[in-house]
């Protein structure tokens, strides 16, 4: 299987919560926390089982998503479209209700991030994708019995690229992509935000395409 290379053994998959690495992130971490003391607020772990043979990777916590649940693509539209996806293909139990306790399970499958923290408008910079890239690193050398990547829009698609040691040149994102790097399939998907859903950029069927080839992928 393809590993990430370079990735020092001591680096966890999670950050801690109160992760400082990123001042900027940081700072607008604090900020929520002093308007909504009852919110996560932190660096938002992977969910899912660590034997999955799928990972999602999205872009970053939502503000009132999973900045606010602590789960990933959790009480926001994305989390909706993203979780009903993985309950039609048998990637989870269907108990998806919009907040953590709500007992949903994974199934064979994982969630993350490439940015663990909540940008401002949803947008980290380049420094805050490298810096955060480490967690990503370690969480796909984790698991060991990965077969399958999706990654939600570009930034997701080259920061998975770079944790593997590929050139985003030999592999490029266009929605509805598949990449064999070594032994892991790479599938592409525009994001399932609620902006590119309104505007038509990807569809539901768009987006259930993606994980019904991965369903037939999977061994």
């Not at 900020?31 to 003391?37: L, S, V």
């Amino acid at each position: 299987m393809t590993k990430p290379v370079n990735t020092p053994m001591n680096t966890p998959a999670n950050p801690p919560k109160d992760c400082q690495l990123c001042p900027r992130l940081a700072d607008y971490r604090d900020e929520n926390a002093r308007k909504n003391p009852d919110w996560f607020n932190g660096a938002v772990p992977c969910f899912g089982a660590d034997d999955a043979k799928l990972l999602i990777v999205g872009l970053a916590p939502g503000v009132t998503g999973a900045n606010r649940t602590g789960r990933p693509f959790t009480g926001d539209w994305a989390g909706d479209l993203l979780y009903a996806t993985l309950a039609k293909y048998g990637f989870s139990n269907d108990r998806y209700d919009k907040h953590a306790e709500d007992g949903l399970t994974l199934l064979a499958c994982m969630i993350t991030n490439a940015v663990r923290c909540v940008p401002p408008q949803n947008k980290p910079v380049g420094a805050e994708i490298t810096m955060c890239r480490q967690f990503l690193k370690a969480r796909l050398g984790a698991n060991e019995k990965l077969q399958a990547v999706v990654c939600l829009g570009r930034i997701a698609h080259e920061s998975v690229l770079r944790a593997l040691d590929v050139r985003p040149k030999d592999a490029p994102f266009p929605h509805g992509a598949r990449h064999l790097l070594g032994d892991i399939n790479l599938y592409d998907s525009y994001h399932c935000s609620r902006y590119n859903t309104n505007t038509g950029r990807l569809t539901v069927e768009m987006f259930e395409a993606v994980f019904e080839a991965v369903r037939k992928d999977l061994i």
